[in-house]
């Protein structure tokens, strides 16, 4: 049965508190997003009747949680249209990317090859890619923006050659909203042999993601983005790919027989989870899959649309306000990045907390974007679902009175 995502919002106890005594208007949901009551119960009723350690024990209760935690893997591998031999279980997004960065790049960099990345990607799935060519002599290009807002697509081709062998993108930009051709890039790089990380943490909590469609090769996500716990990533790869990844943290679990002196990993998935993993977050995340599941992808879609129409329209309506990124059309997330003339970006958020209107003020963990973008900063506004028309017309009254106070 599809939940109505009109009343969806009661389901989510965060949103019915106050921030400075005024009801809280929250969005800054590209930075985590608020937890379902089903979600939360879920959770508690793990800490409750179901806390043991997974993959071990033989005792009824041990055996049970171990099932419910492998019923979770393949309900992530249904979710994103992949078999549960090819999700891992990692702590987020950037655990994921740090992974694929440190274990698969040099099994197929060698000195003088070339990563792909874009001008608009995170700092998680920047940084380590600079550290892998620094330490395996490869060179790091970067794709830059068009006019437009979007990525350069001719720029991006004209980058790909035999010396390709990473593309590593956002799917969504995390500042510009940006969605990106991910199925198109990725046939382009497979021409010439390269392989395609994607960084899904601003895309799968906002639109359908069918890892067989787009042939991506790595695909990482964060449980806290999606409406469940905090610890909890994933890291979808190929599993031809994962097969020839060493781990990148060793332990107990991940083997089949330890000697003395060596030691027999047992296959992916089950190699890069060493130790004990975050039970109950694995869990958690099962319900909020299940939660999105009940809504569906075209009220969650519509209803962001509608908000970033509604919000984008009536923001670039004030005079003084610039904002970034492609146009308000459906190739573009419901995340706007935007500066007031002549107000810091910090001291317009300042000005939004106190009238109970929570948004990021910053770099975004983008600075090199920043640059291109000719700013150190920007204010943003993300939504999801779960926000209406009343939150866009607290932040847009919120706006005008710090230009009012400014006088911008």
């Known amino acids: 049965m599809v939940k109505d995502i009109a009343t969806a919002r009661n389901d989510f106890p965060l949103l019915a508190t106050t921030m400075n005594q005024a009801p809280i208007t929250y969005l800054d949901n590209a930075a985590t997003t608020q937890k ?11 800490y409750q009747t179901e806390n043991v350690n997974v993959q071990r024990g033989v005792y009824a209760l041990a055996q ?12 992530v591998a249904d979710f994103l249209n992949a078999q549960p031999t090819e999700i891992v279980f990692t702590r987020g997004t950037t655990t994921s990317l740090n992974w694929v960065a440190q274990s698969f790049a040099p099994t197929v960099i060698q000195p003088d090859d070339e990563i792909l990345i874009t001008i608009m990607e995170h700092h998680s799935n920047l940084v380590p890619w600079q550290i892998v060519a620094q330490k395996l002599g490869a060179r790091l290009r970067y794709v830059e923006l068009d006019d437009a807002g979007h990525l350069d697509l001719k720029q991006l081709q004209a980058s790909l050659t035999s010396r390709t062998k990473i593309v590593a993108l956002t799917h969504v930009s995390n500042v510009l909203g940006t969605i990106n051709p991910i199925k198109q890039i990725t046939t382009w ?6 392989y395609v990380v994607v960084d899904g943490a601003q895309a799968v909590g906002h639109l359908p993601v069918d890892v067989q469609d787009l042939d991506c090769d790595f695909y990482a996500f964060s449980g806290h983005k999606v409406y469940g716990p905090t610890g909890i990533g994933v890291l979808y790869g190929k599993a ?3 097969a020839q990844m060493p781990p990148v943290e060793y332990g107990g679990e991940m083997i089949n027989l330890v000697t003395r002196q060596t030691t027999d990993f047992k296959p992916a998935p089950a190699k890069f989870e060493a130790g004990t993993m975050p039970i109950a977050q694995v869990i958690g995340l099962g319900a909020a899959l299940d939660y999105l599941t009940s809504l569906g992808w075209s009220q969650i879609m519509t209803q962001e649309q509608h908000l970033l129409q509604l919000a984008g329209s009536q923001l670039q309506a004030i005079p003084g306000v610039t904002l970034y990124g492609p146009a308000l059309t459906t ?11 002549g107000v810091h970006p910090h001291d ?30 920007t204010a943003r506004a993300s939504f999801a679902f779960y926000n209406n028309d009343q939150d866009v017309e607290r932040l847009i009254t919120a706006v005008k009175m710090a230009k009012e106070f400014f006088q911008a």
């Open 36 to 46: 379902p009551q089903p979600v939360i119960d879920r959770l508690i009723k793990y």
């Open 64 to 75: 049970a949680t171990t099932t419910k935690y492998e019923q979770v893997r393949q309900q």
């Open 189 to 194: 790089a497979h021409r010439v042999g390269a």
């Open 240 to 242: 031809a790919l994962l």
């Open 331 to 341: 190739a573009h997330s419901a995340v706007l990045s935007f500066n007031l003339a």
């Open 348 to 377: 317009l958020a300042t000005v939004l907390d106190s009238q109970g209107v929570a948004i990021r003020a910053g770099h975004h963990c983008a600075q090199p974007l920043m640059t291109a973008l000719q700013v150190s900063a």
